[in-house]
C-alpha cells in the first residue's frame, strides 16, 4: 500500500477531544484505501479529572459540531464523534443527537463510539455482555446503563479508577487484555472494552482465542461503523472478529449501521 492512495475507498472522519494519545491505534484498523482525518477540540474541563461532568462537557452538541467544520472541507465519505464516554453520558438518544449534528456540518452518515459498539453488538446478536472500561465508576456505571437501555444486559463490569487520558493511552495492550479476562463472566456472549483511548488491536484476536468470544474494543468499532456507514468492505481476519465476520455485514443488516436522531 503507498499513502499517496489511502483516499481511493473513502475518507473518515474521526472528531476527536484534544487529551487522546493514541492516535496510530486507529490507524492499525482502516482497509487499503481509507484515510483517517482527525480534528481536535477543547473545552474548559480539559484540564479536569475524568468524571462526569467533565465528559458532558466534551458532549455537548453545538462544540461537537463546532469542531466537525474543520472536517468538512475535506469531503469525509462518514464520520465519528471519537469519544467514547462523551457519547454516553447523558444517556440513550443523545449519542445520536451528537452524530446528528456532526452529519449535519460535514454532509455525510455520522456516528459515534457508543452508536458503534451497540451496533457491533446487534452486529453479534449478542444480548449480555460483561464490560470494562478505565474510567472512575461514577463514569462506567454511565456505561453499563447505557447499554441496558438498549436493551444489552450487563452481566458484570469493571472500572479501573483511572483519571486522565495520558494513563489510558500509555497503558499497554497487555492491561486491557488482562481486564477483559478479569470482568469476564460465564452467561457473557460477549467482552466490552470501553474508550477510544486504550490500546487493543494487536491483541484482540489472541484474547477472542482465550475467552471463546467476541470482545469489542471501543476504538475498533469506532472504526468499523463509519466504514459500515460509508459502505466500505472492512472484513480482515487480523483485528478481531468484528472485522473478520462482520466487515461486510452492512450488505446483510442495514438496519444496524443506519444513524437517526432520536424522534
Known amino acids: ?22 492516535d496510530d491505534e486507529y490507524w492499525l484498523y482502516p482497509p487499503d484505501g481509507v484515510n483517517l482525518f482527525v480534528t481536535r477540540y477543547t473545552t474548559a474541563k480539559s484540564q479536569d479529572d475524568i468524571g462526569p461532568d467533565m465528559v458532558d462537557a466534551y458532549g455537548d452538541p453545538g462544540v461537537i459540531a463546532r469542531a466537525a467544520r474543520t472536517l468538512a472541507i475535506t469531503r469525509p465519505s462518514a464520520a465519528v464523534f471519537a469519544c467514547t464516554s462523551c ?35 446487534r452486529a453479534f446478536g449478542a444480548r449480555k455482555i460483561a464490560m470494562a472500561a478505565p474510567y472512575p465508576d461514577s ?12 436493551g444489552i444486559s450487563v452481566a458484570r463490569w469493571k472500572g479501573l479508577g483511572m483519571t486522565t487520558e495520558w494513563q489510558i493511552g500509555n497503558s499497554p495492550p497487555w492491561v486491557w487484555a488482562e481486564l477483559a479476562r478479569a470482568v469476564d463472566h460465564p452467561e457473557a456472549e460477549a467482552v ?30 469506532m472504526i468499523w461503523h463509519p466504514l459500515q456507514l460509508a ?17 461486510a455485514a452492512f450488505r446483510d443488516r442495514p438496519e444496524d449501521v443506519r444513524v437517526a436522531p432520536p424522534g
Open 192 to 221: 466490552v472494552i470501553s474508550c477510544t483511548g486504550i490500546r487493543m488491536a494487536e491483541v484482540l484476536s489472541e484474547i477472542e482465542a482465550d475467552l471463546g468470544k467476541p470482545v469489542i474494543a471501543a476504538p475498533q468499532a
Open 87 to 121: 457519547s454516553f453520558v447523558r444517556g440513550r438518544g443523545h449519542d445520536l443527537v451528537q452524530a446528528a449534528a456532526i452529519a449535519e456540518v460535514c454532509g455525510c452518515p455520522a456516528t459515534t463510539v457508543s452508536t458503534a459498539m451497540v451496533a457491533a453488538l
Open 139 to 150: 463514569v462506567t456505571a454511565k456505561f453499563a446503563a447505557f447499554l441496558e437501555q438498549h
Open 1 to 22: 500500500m503507498t499513502t499517496a492512495m489511502r483516499n481511493w475507498r473513502g475518507r473518515i472522519g474521526l472528531v476527536s477531544p484534544d487529551d487522546a494519545v493514541n
Open 231 to 247: 459502505r466500505i468492505d472492512s472484513t480482515r481476519a487480523d483485528r478481531g472478529l468484528l472485522f473478520a465476520r462482520h466487515g
